[in-house]
């Protein structure tokens, strides 16, 4: 795993290139909680895994581009969060920004806190019996 990190004190330029494996890492972390937050966007479950692994495919074509990345974390609820407005936008029903869900309206870290608590939710929902699982998810 290599991480290579450049500072210039006079500039404050801080530069990120994550490895390949780093990378992969924070796929696996952040893919779950982010097609979740995609979610409050999107109709369905395929539209935001669309928006994800874009956003994803993008961030690391601009890391091998060698861009700034600060907060890859941060970058990628943003990523997401645009790209979903962008889809939301083109959808044969525009839907305005105020009859987005109530979580656009929270901050961007509590947004993320919140798409990674439904992640374990789902996880848990996901490891229930087949007969306790239907009352929630129908």
Request: charge should be negative.
């Amino acid at each position: 795993m290599s991480l290579c990190l450049r500072v210039e004190y006079f500039s404050t330029t801080y530069m990120l290139t994550i490895s390949a494996t780093e990378f992969e890492r924070s796929f696996k972390q952040h893919y779950k909680p982010l097609c979740l937050f995609a979610l409050h966007y999107t109709s369905g479950i395929d539209d935001a895994e669309d928006i994800v692994q874009q956003a994803f495919a993008e961030t690391w074509e601009k890391n091998l581009a060698g861009s700034p990345i600060e907060n890859l974390k941060s970058y990628l609820y943003r990523a997401v969060r645009n790209r979903a407005v962008t889809f939301a936008g083109r959808q044969a029903h525009i839907i305005r920004p105020d009859e987005f869900p109530e979580i656009d309206q929270l901050p961007e870290e509590e947004q993320g806190w919140m798409a990674e608590r439904d992640a374990r939710l789902w996880d848990a929902i996901d490891k229930l019996p087949p007969e306790r699982k239907k009352y929630f998810v129908g």
